[in-house]
């Protein structure tokens, strides 16, 4: 599946921004989701993941009650809702898909786990 991400950019901390993945080639609903960030100098790192479903969700620690990620199949399309940016927050955000033919309510954290990336999407918070 090619994935496209934007929604990108400069927001003063404290506020809020939506990234969003498009995808396209294959079937969206048979993916499950995930984001990822990498800040200058720092491994890539997770962020948030979606189940196949939509009914399963996980965050990483440092964002989670800020970020929350959702998922169109209609628009074969998913979300990371970014709200109370940090500076800590300011990096490059990724969308990854991985097939998941039989267990549709997992979500998946760990990078190697994901099969088709996209080409990224800069976050820049001002303090």
């Known amino acids: 599946v090619q994935l496209q991400a934007s929604g990108g950019g400069l927001v003063q901390a404290g506020g809020s921004l939506r990234l969003s993945c498009a995808a396209s080639?294959?079937?969206?609903?048979?993916?499950?989701m995930g984001w990822f960030r990498q800040a200058p100098g720092k491994e890539r790192e997770f962020v948030a993941a979606i189940s196949r479903s939509g009914s399963s969700t996980h965050y990483a620690d440092s964002v989670k009650g800020r970020f929350t990620i959702s998922r169109d199949d209609a628009k074969s399309t998913v979300y990371l809702q970014m709200s109370s940016l940090k500076p800590e927050d300011a990096a490059v955000y990724y969308c990854?898909?991985?097939?998941?033919?039989?267990?549709?309510?997992?979500?998946?954290?760990?990078?190697?786990?994901?099969?088709?990336w996209g080409q990224g999407t800069q976050v820049t918070v001002s303090s």
């Open positions: 990854a898909a991985r097939t998941a033919s039989y267990n549709v309510n997992y979500y998946y954290t760990a990078e190697w786990l994901y099969s088709d």
């Open positions: 080639g294959r079937t969206f609903s048979s993916y499950a």
